[in-house]
């Protein structure tokens, strides 16, 4: 069974770092896109970048380079969403999904499995 | 502001059809790029419910179908049921962004 396992659920203080994970099971995990998305409270989906972890190649939304770093670790199959200083602005439920292309290629990507995400919540 | 726009609620009685429209625009789904849906259950992560416009993933029932034209796409439901009552998502590809951008997505309610 494909399947992506995030990290559990996060509290943390403004200006703090953390990082959460995803990790992939029941598939090549090296030839898939991995994408996060974002979900604040009572809000939609946000796509926020996108990491190939065969070569680590990383693509971010123009909202949210510089303010997250993405990256993966294919030994262990498992791709992660950092943050170097959160801000209360950060609280949300955050994704992980596996990208299937379709038939255009990567303008038809599309997340075709998902991970039961992770809760963040920045309060002093 | 989502470049897709979808309305933010929609509601029929169990057994009625519904439908639920992505609007976008000449760089988005004017431009021919595929739209894809998504049904999130209260409290639950998403889930692809039809990807390429209008193709289902294996155990999406057939009262679940997806339709393209002109910049605009459209998820119908059929014999509505309790269980779809949800919120549902477009996502396709912008070209003036260059990358992949979600609707606001729509609160289905079954009265």
């Known amino acids: 069974e494909v399947q992506l396992v995030q990290s559990g659920a996060e509290v943390k203080k403004p200006g703090e770092s953390l990082t959460i994970s995803c990790k992939g099971s029941g598939y090549s995990f090296t030839t898939y896109w991995i994408a996060w998305v974002r979900q604040m409270p009572g809000k939609g989906l946000e796509w926020m970048g996108i990491?190939?972890?065969?070569?680590?190649?990383?693509r971010y939304s123009p909202s949210f380079e510089g303010q997250v770093t993405i990256s993966a670790d294919k030994s262990i199959s498992t791709a992660y969403l950092q943050w170097s200083s959160l801000r209360a602005s950060d609280t949300a439920m955050y994704y992980c999904g596996r990208i299937a292309a379709g038939g255009l290629g990567e303008v038809g990507y599309h997340m075709d499995v998902w991970g039961q995400g992770t809760t963040v919540t920045v309060s002093s | 502001q989502s470049v897709l726009t979808q309305p933010p609620s929609v509601s029929g009685a169990p057994g009625q059809r519904v439908t639920i429209s992505c609007t976008g625009s000449?760089?988005?789904?004017?431009?021919?790029?595929?739209v894809h849906w998504y049904q999130q259950l209260p409290g639950t992560a998403p889930k692809l419910l039809m990807y390429?416009?209008?193709n289902r993933p294996s155990g999406v029932p057939d009262r679940f179908s997806g339709s393209k034209s002109g910049t605009s796409a459209s998820l119908a439901i059929t014999g509505l049921q309790a269980e779809d009552e949800a919120d549902y998502y477009c996502?396709?590809?912008?070209?003036?962004?260059?990358?992949?951008?979600f609707g606001g997505g729509t609160k289905l309610t079954v009265l």
């Open positions: 996502q396709s590809y912008d070209s003036s962004l260059s990358y992949w951008v």
């Open positions: 000449s760089s988005n789904i004017g431009a021919g790029y595929d």
């Open positions: 990491i190939y972890p065969g070569d680590s190649d990383t």
């Open positions: 390429g416009n209008s």
